[in-house]
Antibody, heavy 118, light 110 residues
Framework: QVQLVQSGSELKKPGASVKVSCKAS????????INWVRQAPGQGLEWMGW????????TYAQGFTGRFVFSLDTSVSTAYLQISTLKAEDTAVYYC???????????WGQGTLVTVSS | QSALTQPPSASASPGQSVTISCTGT?????????VSWYQQNPGKAPKLMIF???YRPSGVSNRFSGSKSGNTASLTVSGLQAEDEADYYC??????????FGTGTKVTVL
């Protein structure tokens, strides 16, 4: 069965960086893209962008350029989200989600809580 | 890209139906038949309930149905059950590799 397993919770200080992993299994990794979605505490879902797993080409949504980087290691069927120069407002649960078609996510990871606090 | 507009809350009694609206523009909901709906329970990841406006993934109850008219999509949950109480989010492809979620609706079973 399709599974996306994300790395564990992170506690970081402002200004630090974090890298979240998303390991896929149960399907051919390069057949479907990977979305990244942010959910701040008590807030709704926010689409951050997606990465084409065939080409490695990322697309970033408005507001997620510059400090956010999507990457892949296709040899281990894993996608990564790196956030640099962390700010308190980056505190959120970050989800990876497989793209079904036209970006629509179908299968989701369990989420990774990133807490930014001094 | 602005978030799609959903009502903050909706409610109905067990066995009744509830319909949630999702209003966008001609650049997203109105322009493409790629609207999806997600159910999210507290502390859990979202679950895909409807894709491509009106298609249900395998394993999703047929009590969930989706439709679209112009720039507004809708999710109807019929025969409401206690387990349907959750947050629901719509989303839409928005062209040029863009995508947008709705603001979310909390469904309460009275």
């Amino acid at each position: 069965q399709v599974q996306l397993v994300q790395s564990g919770s992170e506690l970081k200080k402002p200004g630090a960086s974090v890298k979240v992993s998303c390991k896929a299994s149960g399907y051919s990794f390069t057949t479907y893209g990977i979305n990244w979605v942010r959910q701040a505490p008590g807030q709704g879902l926010e689409w951050m962008g997606w990465i084409n797993t065939k080409t490695g080409n990322p697309t970033y949504a408005q507001g997620f350029t510059g400090r956010f980087v999507f990457s892949l290691d296709t040899s281990v069927s894993t996608a990564y989200l790196q956030i640099s120069t962390l700010k308190a407002e980056d505190t959120a649960v970050y989800y990876c989600a497989r793209e079904k078609n036209y970006i629509q996510p179908d299968h989701w990871g369990q989420g990774t809580l990133v807490t930014v606090s001094s | 890209q602005s978030a799609l507009t959903q009502p903050p809350s909706a409610s109905a009694s067990p066995g009744q139906s509830v319909t949630i609206s999702c209003t966008g523009t001609s650049s997203d909901v109105g322009g493409y038949n790629y609207v999806s709906w997600y159910q999210q329970n507290p502390g859990k990841a979202p679950k895909l309930m409807i894709f491509d406006v009106s298609y249900r993934p395998s394993g999703v109850s047929n009590r969930f149905s989706g439709s679209k008219s112009g720039n507004t999509a809708s999710l109807t949950v019929s025969g409401l059950q206690a387990e349907d109480e959750a947050d629901y989010y719509c989303s839409s492809y928005a062209g040029s590799n863009n995508f947008v979620f709705g603001t979310g609706t909390k469904v309460t079973v009275l």
